[in-house]
T-cell receptor
């Protein structure tokens, strides 16, 4: 079974620009979560989508947004890029049944390394 | 104080050593405890998943949870150079039962031959 794929793997953008990152989950997985990983803050949760609906959201500004399509593929968008947005952006998929007991076995993709100059 | 504290290391050990990796946390509501391994230039992969207190063993790996001390550990027996990676703990259920995971910052482990 193919794993989680993320495109592109590397990206260089300039301050003020916007960027869209893509994630294809494992076949059959309906939940996709996005994370930002930096040396200073570690791995931080951005948001989770399940069946095309945002189910959970972390503490990030509105410049960070996402969506999920009917085939469970997901995109994440960051507008008005800032230098501090430079990070590894990770996508993770899971079956996503969730409540009441989480089957929170997430499978991460390799990430997209975003550099903002 | 961060919700989850994890020593970043690096922790350097000889091959064959027993490795102990730890996280402490402040919110007693956490109920689910996970350990991930992340190799350089890769995404994290789930190693162990435990609920509440106690021990769980899987091959050379043992996860231990002590909720009374708010302390979790991952032990690696007979460590191998291929175990060299960053190990992250992740906790769930700490925000009013939320299933948004809170991660430690990771401990870098180096196992030298």
């Amino acid at each position: 079974k193919a794993g989680v794929t993320q495109t592109p793997r590397y990206l260089i953008k300039t301050r003020g620009q916007q960027v869209t990152l893509s994630c294809s989950p494992i076949s059959g997985h309906r939940s996709v979560s996005w994370y930002q990983q930096t040396p200073g803050q570690g791995l931080q949760f951005l948001f989770e989508y399940f069946s095309e609906t945002q189910r959970n959201k972390g503490n990030f500004p509105g410049r960070f947004s996402g969506r999920q399509f009917s085939n469970s593929r997901s995109e994440m968008n960051v507008s008005t890029l800032e230098l501090g947005d430079s990070a590894l952006y990770l996508c993770a998929s899971s079956l996503g049944q969730g409540a009441p007991r989480p089957t929170y076995e997430q499978y991460f993709g390799p990430g997209t390394r975003l550099t903002v100059t | 104080q961060k919700e989850v504290e994890q020593d970043p290391g690096p922790l350097s050990v000889p091959e064959g050593a027993i490795v102990s990796l730890n996280c402490t946390y402040s919110n007693s509501a956490f109920q689910y405890f996970m350990w991930y391994r992340q190799y350089s230039r890769k995404g994290p992969e789930l190693l162990m998943y435990t609920y509440s207190s106690g021990n769980k063993e899987d091959g050379r790996f043992t996860a231990q949870v002590d909720k009374s001390s708010k302390y979790i550990s991952l032990f690696i027996r007979d460590s191998q150079p291929s175990d060299s990676a960053t190990y992250l703990c992740a906790l769930l259920g700490g925000r009013g039962g939320s299933y948004i995971p809170t991660f430690g910052r990771g401990t870098s482990l180096i196992v030298h031959p």
